[in-house]
């Protein structure tokens, strides 16, 4: 009795269940990729930084602009840099 219950209301709610589930999945793949563009877009930032480490005032330029981008503190952006880079080759 209740097995015929139960598939009453699976028969009844599919639809809303399969909606429920395919919901569920694309909030997670949609955490997933906001996480994965801002790794990304941290890495290229100290990549950029960097890249212009010979010049002083372009290097300070770039440092602001990947402190800015990664929301960390200007003095602690080289050291940021260094553990996603680590984490890169991991």
Same mark, same amino acid.
């Not at 598939?7 to 919901?23: G, P, R, V, Y």
């Given at each position: 009795?209740?097995?015929?219950?139960?598939?009453?209301?699976?028969? %009844?709610?599919?639809? @809303?269940?399969?909606?429920?589930?395919?919901? *569920?999945?694309?909030?997670?793949?949609?955490? +997933?990729?906001? #996480?994965?563009?801002?790794?990304?877009?941290?890495?290229?930032?100290?990549?950029?930084? %960097?890249?212009?480490? @010979?010049?002083?005032?372009?290097?300070?330029? *770039?440092?602001?602009?990947?402190?800015?981008? +990664?929301?960390? #503190?200007?003095?602690?952006?080289?050291?940021?840099?260094?553990?996603?880079?680590?984490?890169?080759?991991?």
């Amino acid at each position: 009795m209740i097995t015929l219950d139960m598939s009453k209301f699976f028969e %009844k709610n599919l639809s @809303i269940i399969l909606l429920a589930t395919n919901a *569920y999945f694309l909030f997670s793949i949609s955490g +997933s990729l906001k #996480e994965s563009a801002k790794y990304d877009s941290d890495l290229r930032a100290c990549a950029k930084m %960097k890249a212009f480490m @010979i010049d002083k005032e372009t290097s300070k330029l *770039y440092e602001q602009k990947a402190s800015i981008i +990664s929301g960390v #503190e200007t003095k602690f952006i080289n050291e940021y840099c260094k553990k996603l880079t680590m984490q890169n080759f991991f």
